[in-house]
């Protein structure tokens, strides 16, 4: 079992910025690849970004590409996304997810996922 904790939501201004957290515990982090997903009102749950467990493979949806970055510390068993840039269409759901394989993580179809934090990007 591996248990999700996002933070680091909020309200923020268009072009502002805002860093997500996502702090795991019980299984090993460093065995997991990792991923942001989000949610917009009335809208199905899309990928945004994704890391292999070694840091060394990273994935993004189009839209985000040049102003997201997600990365990750294994010693502190967190993933983190950097979210440069906002615009008004970023506001969202924001949700991490965990799989063993960097594959399933990018498909949606991990085994765990967080709680969710809500970003507003405000025009």
């Known amino acids: 079992q591996v248990q999700l904790v996002e933070s680091g939501g909020g309200l923020v201004q268009a072009g502002g910025s805002l860093r997500l957290s996502c702090a795991a515990s019980g299984r090993t982090f460093s065995n997991y690849a990792m991923g942001w997903f989000r949610q917009a009102p009335g809208k199905e749950r899309e990928f945004v970004a994704a890391?292999?467990?070694?840091?060394?493979?990273?994935y993004y949806t189009d839209s985000v590409k040049g102003r997201f970055t997600i990365s990750r510390d294994n010693a502190k068993n967190t993933v983190y996304l950097q979210m440069n840039s906002l615009k008004p269409e970023d506001t969202a759901v924001y949700y991490c997810a965990a799989n063993p394989a960097l594959s399933a993580v990018v498909a949606g179809s991990s085994n765990y996922w967080g709680q969710g934090t809500q970003v507003t990007v405000s025009s």
């Open positions: 890391i292999a467990w070694n840091v060394y493979r990273t």
